[in-house]
């Protein structure tokens, strides 16, 4: 069964990968197993780059950044430079797999 992710980002993130997938293999009318292998695929591919840009999978980590995002979101006057920095590097490292992303869809 194909799982569909509340964020409708990441299951197009999750489609635009498995198509691409699909189409460098040649395969144009997959059957259902492959359609569901593919989509297992991608999503390992997403997870992976997901986990790579948040960076280790440290709980106290991910906790920061987590703070650290909503302090500059909710109160950006009392943040620091540092901290907006922070911010904004894992943006970037989004906003970049999204449009690696679309580049892939294009091709």
Not at 27 to 32: A, D, E, L, Y
Request: without cysteine; charged residues 25%.
């Amino acid at each position: 069964m194909t799982a569909v992710y509340r964020s409708r980002v990441i299951d197009s993130m999750i489609a635009t990968v498995a198509n691409s997938l699909l189409r460098e293999s040649g395969i144009n009318s997959p059957t259902k197993n492959e359609t569901e292998e593919v989509r297992r695929l991608a999503e390992t591919i997403i997870q992976e780059t997901v986990d790579t840009l948040a960076g280790p999978l440290d709980d106290l980590a991910y906790s920061t950044l987590t703070d650290v995002t909503d302090l500059v979101a909710s109160d950006p006057e009392t943040a620091s430079i540092d901290q907006i920095r922070e911010v904004a590097i894992a943006l970037r490292g989004l906003l970049d797999l999204r449009e690696a992303l679309t580049e892939v869809g294009q091709r």
